[in-house]
């Protein structure tokens, strides 16, 4: 007896259709999270439109570039905190431009930003 080789392509067809739609289920009940990532979306944008407009808001930055690791208020999450940390801004502007370990990836920030996010960071206290 010989074996349809249709059968193996409509069971995997079948199990992507219903991943689709219970995915589209789930995307549906997080609206509110959806909502909140757009949010971040626009802060960032905010951010990046106010460096190029020569103001320069560095809390916004930080909000937008950094707290994702160094948390919402920057005393730490995934990455250290940097309340505190005694560097001078010559020392956060070379951590911003190169990137520092594995974790601190390099150019976050530059120009306008940079100088005034290593002015922001040195000064946590």
Same mark, same amino acid.
């Given at each position: 007896?010989?074996? !349809? /080789?249709?059968?193996? @392509? %409509?069971?995997?067809?079948?199990?992507?259709?219903?991943?689709?739609?219970?995915?589209?289920? #789930?995307?549906? =009940? !997080?609206?509110?999270?959806?909502? $909140?990532?757009? *949010?971040?979306?626009?802060? #960032?944008?905010?951010? #990046? =439109?106010?460096?190029?407009?020569? *103001?320069?808001? /560095? $809390?916004?930055?930080?909000?937008?570039?950094?707290?994702?690791?160094?948390?919402? =208020?920057?005393?730490?999450?995934?990455? /250290? +905190?940097?309340?505190?940390?005694? %560097?001078? &801004?010559? =020392?956060?502007? $070379?951590?911003?431009? !190169?990137?520092?370990?594995?974790?601190?990836?390099?150019?976050?920030? +530059?120009?306008? &930003?940079? *100088?005034?996010?290593?002015? @922001?960071?040195?000064?946590?206290?």
């Amino acid at each position: 007896m010989k074996k !349809n /080789p249709i059968i193996p @392509y %409509l069971l995997i067809m079948a199990f992507g259709l219903g991943l689709i739609f219970f995915m589209s289920i #789930e995307g549906a =009940d !997080n609206k509110a999270d959806i909502a $909140k990532s757009g *949010d971040k979306a626009k802060t #960032e944008q905010k951010a #990046e =439109d106010g460096a190029a407009s020569g *103001d320069v808001d /560095p $809390k916004a930055i930080a909000q937008a570039k950094c707290s994702s690791c160094h948390g919402g =208020d920057l005393k730490g999450q995934v990455g /250290p +905190s940097l309340h505190g940390t005694g %560097l001078k &801004e010559a =020392d956060v502007k $070379k951590i911003l431009t !190169n990137g520092k370990g594995t974790g601190m990836p390099a150019g976050l920030v +530059s120009g306008a &930003e940079l *100088d005034a996010m290593a002015k @922001y960071i040195s000064e946590l206290k």
